[in-house]
């Protein structure tokens, strides 16, 4: 298990990252008392380890005009239909996550969209691979 490799000290150069992935390596050692390169040295191994597996940015999709946000579950209408449900969902950079999920229904998708009008046709394409159950997001709490 990678966490018992790892001290106190790579779980805090880990916060650093996750709190600003933007800091350098000099200011994180800074912080917890450590030279820039040995900073380097842990995140390269906090990479080898896979405890980081890449970086992201956080924007506002609002300031482009993607102000629909929306989950959609997925019922599949057939065992045969996921195959293309997935290619399709992967081709389209609107649907910005899909999981597998058991439960109810098959696959949940966060999409973010320009308007109801792209919605309508995103799912109405969903319609070949089965049905649907859409919530809107009205307010991201955290």
């Known amino acids: ?17 996750i709190d600003n992935s933007l800091r350098s390596h000099k200011e994180i050692g800074q912080l917890v008392h450590l030279s820039g390169q040995a900073v380097g ?4 191994r906090l990479h080898d380890l896979g405890v980081i597996d890449g970086y992201t940015l956080r924007w506002n999709p ?8 929306a989950f959609v579950t997925v019922f599949m209408k057939s065992n045969t239909a996921h195959t293309a449900f997935l290619s399709f969902a992967r081709s389209r950079p609107e ?14 998708m966060r999409v973010r969209l320009s308007g109801g009008g792209a919605l309508n046709a995103l799912l109405d394409e969903v ?13 991201m709490v955290k």
């Open 41 to 44: 040295a842990r995140v390269r």
């Open 62 to 69: 609002d300031k482009i005009g993607q102000t629909v946000h």
């Open 95 to 108: 649907i910005i996550e899909v999981h597998r999920v058991s439960g109810e229904g098959c696959y949940w």
């Open 127 to 139: 319609l070949a691979y089965g049905n649907y159950k859409l919530s809107l997001s009205i307010e």
């Open 1 to 17: 298990m990678a966490n018992q490799t790892l001290d106190d000290t790579d779980l805090q150069i880990l916060q650093c990252l």
